[in-house]
Structures are given as structure tokens and as C-alpha cells.
């Protein structure tokens, strides 16, 4: 079955290179090819003469091992790289799901984590992440009782695209221990971990769980879209046999380049995190009191993780209707909840790129 469009994708496709001021992305600020390589001596020459085979399908060994060290219980021949998180989302659902199964997906989500698993012929079942007091909620007893005899698999993402939620420890647990019950496949898409706003971060689902698949990226938290690399962990052989050998029916394996690039900042991490995490808590700040001053229009429902928030007109006011017009008008970018088929008052802001402070003024001079 071919999968719905992606709303969220060809929002982003008709706007995302002619706005002059981005204030949705889901990503940290980048750096250049340059500033990368200045972050180790001698690596421009090595970057020079690197070699333009095949790669190998796994992901190179370098990069590998540099990304199993984020892991407590991970190893290198654990890791399946992939090219970003996108092909790992397609790769797993297209390999361990039939239309027998039952998906659960936490929702609001990014749309690839319940449209494959639809396009699968899978029944598909929503978990729905709800505004609470501070921030926003996920019910656990509820999810439970979602759970049938068909479950397959739990899909969740935290850090979460588009609300920032975050799971405490305990939840964490729950969460594992619910899928475990059952031998329930855990998919973890765990792309913003680094960037959690008080809390530590959890651990790996994979790192608890033998049948959890934990995504990571560059792109993030990182910064580093471009670059296209991404991954999936996981302790199950059968899982990572089965969604290594359908990779061979779409990348075969990833770029070169990207791959000497990737390991590079992963080597470097602790610098390149260090800098967002900063940008971020200083955007977030801006935020708390730009809602504090707009309260009347607004309601802030505060993120406890990752470089986006999901706050939402008070009024009957439609976001989407609103974004046209904010982008006509000053080429502001705001991405509506109905990019994620989700209430139309809310909208995704974005707070982890550099220029976020110019940007938020420029709203609120529009705002009055
Ligand atoms: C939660 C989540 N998962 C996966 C992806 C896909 O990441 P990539 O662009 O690296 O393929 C995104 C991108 O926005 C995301 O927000």
C-alpha cells in the first residue's frame, strides 16, 4: 500500500528554502564542512584522500565503534547505520511488520512512525500524548490498555517531535516493561537524546531491553542533517539480521564522505553538544518570557526536551490559516498542528538555531 502524503514534508518542501526566517526547525544549528574538520588536526588531509568505494553496508567500523560508546550494553557489530532516520523508520517497518500486526504509535508523532506501519496493512492504534498542567502527558494505564494479543510493536519517541515531552525514569521502566509482558517490539526514536531540558538522559531503550530498536542521528542534537547519517541499536539478532538485509534493497550502504564526517563529530561530541545545549537553554529562556508576555494569546505548554515546543493559540484562531499569513506577510516560519493531524490551534516552534533570538523579535514585533 503506498503511504498518505507527508504533510509535514511538503509543508516544509513549499516553504523551507524561500523563507528568510525559519522559526520551526526541528534541528540544532549546523556548522560548515570546514569548522567540522578544525575540530582535529591533520583531519582536512586525511578528509582529502579519502577513498570513493562502497562503504560497508553495516557502516564503516570508525563509526560504528564511535557510536556504540554512546551505548552502555551496545556494541559495534549492534549498530546498523543508515542514511538519516528516515530509511531506518522504513527499513524496520518494512521488514518486521505484515497486515496481521497491531502497531501502537504515540501521537501526535512524526508522520513516518504511523503512515509505514499503515502502509504495512497493519492496524495502527494511537496513544495520545495530552496537554497536562505543566507540559504535556503520556497515560501509561492507557496505554496498556491498548496493548492485544496482535501488538507487535510500540513505537514512542522521546525526546518528542512536536511537543518536547519527555519520559521520567519511571515511566521508562513502565513503558519496558509493558512491551516486555508481551515480547513486544519497542521501537525508540530517541533522535533528540542530549538535549533534555532538567532531566538526565534516559537510557537507550535498547540498553534495558532485548527487543528494543533505539534511533539515533545526526541531525539533532547534533546539527548535522546534511550529513544524512543515522542508525538503529539493538541487542535482537533476528531484528537487526532482518532489517539489515532489507537495507541491501535501498541504500546498500551510506556515503563515504558522510560517514568520515559523522565519525569526526561523534569523536567531538562533548564540543558540538556542548554549544547547542547552550543555544538551546538560552532560546528556551527567551520563550518562557515571550508566552509570559503574550499569555493572553498563547498557551506555552513548556518542553521538557529537544529544540521544539507545540504551544497553541488560546483563541479559536486556525494555525494554519495564521502561518500563511505570518509568511506572507514578514517570511516568518510556523509549522501548524495540522501538519501532524493534530488540533489546528497549535503550531511547532523551533528554538535550536543561532539566529532564534532575531527571529522571535521580528514575531513579536508582528504580534504588537
Ligand atoms: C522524531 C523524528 N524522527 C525521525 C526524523 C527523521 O530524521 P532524518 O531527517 O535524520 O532522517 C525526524 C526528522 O524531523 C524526527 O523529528
Redesign the pocket.
Known amino acids: 500500500m503506498r503511504p498518505d502524503d507527508f504533510k509535514?514534508e511538503r509543508f516544509f518542501a513549499r516553504y523551507e528554502f524561500k523563507a528568510p526566517y525559519l522559526l520551526c526547525c526541528?534541528?540544532c544549528e549546523s556548522m560548515s564542512v570546514q569548522d567540522l574538520l578544525k575540530l582535529q588536526p591533520g583531519s582536512a588531509e586525511e578528509f582529502h584522500c579519502l577513498w570513493l568505494g562502497y562503504t560497508e553496508s553495516q557502516g564503516s567500523p570508525a563509526l560504528r565503534e564511535e557510536i556504540a560508546s554512546l551505548y552502555e550494553n551496545i556494541s559495534t557489530d549492534q549498530i546498523l547505520v543508515h542514511?538519516?532516520?528516515?530509511?531506518?523508520?522504513h527499513n524496520l517497518c518494512a521488514s518486521l511488520l505484515t497486515p496481521s500486526d497491531h502497531v501502537i504509535v504515540q501521537m501526535p508523532?512524526?508522520q513516518?512512525?504511523a503512515e509505514l506501519p499503515r502502509s504495512c496493512g497493519c492496524e495502527v492504534t494511537a496513544w495520545q500524548l495530552r496537554p497536562a498542567a505543566v507540559g504535556w502527558l503520556a497515560d501509561l494505564d492507557e496505554l496498556q490498555a491498548l496493548i492485544t494479543p496482535q501488538t507487535r510493536l510500540i513505537i514512542v519517541?522521546s525526546p518528542?517531535?512536536p511537543t518536547g515531552h519527555l519520559f521520567n525514569p519511571e515511566e521508562w521502566q513502565r513503558l519496558i516493561e509493558l512491551a516486555a509482558q508481551q515480547d513486544i517490539i519497542l521501537f525508540a526514536?530517541e533522535?533528540?537524546k542530549y538535549l533534555e531540558h532538567e532531566q538526565a538522559p534516559l537510557p537507550w531503550a535498547c540498553d534495558l531491553y532485548e527487543n528494543a530498536v533505539s534511533?539515533g542521528?545526526?541531525?539533532?542534537s547534533f546539527g548535522l542533517?546534511g550529513l544524512?547519517i543515522?542508525w538503529i541499536a539493538t541487542a535482537n539478532r533476528r531484528i537487526f539480521r532482518a532489517i539489515a538485509s532489507f537495507k541491501d534493497y535501498t541504500t546498500i550502504c551510506s556515503s563515504a564522505p558522510s560517514e568520515f564526517l559523522a565519525t569526526l563529530a561523534l569523536r567531538h561530541r562533548s564540543t558540538i553538544l556542548e554549544r547547542n545545549r547552550t543555544l538551546v537553554k538560552n532560546n528556551l529562556l527567551l520563550l518562557d518570557k515571550f508566552f509570559a508576555r503574550h499569555q493572553d494569546k498563547f498557551e506555552w505548554l513548556r518542553p521538557q526536551g529537544g529544540p521544539i515546543a507545540f504551544p497553541a493559540f488560546r483563541n479559536p484562531v486556525s494555525a494554519s490559516h495564521y502561518a500563511e499569513e505570518l509568511m506572507a506577510s514578514c517570511g516568518i516560519l510556523l509549522l501548524p498542528g495540522s501538519c501532524y493531524d493534530y488540533d489546528d490551534r497549535h503550531f511547532r516552534i523551533g528554538f535550536g538555531r543561532a539566529n532564534f533570538p532575531e527571529v522571535l523579535q521580528r514575531w513579536e514585533e508582528h504580534l504588537g
Do not use: T
Open positions: 509535514l526541528s534541528d542514511s538519516g532516520a528516515e530509511e531506518a523508520i508523532c512524526y513516518s512512525m519517541n518528542h517531535n526514536d533522535v533528540y534511533l542521528v545526526m541531525s539533532k542533517p544524512r543515522g
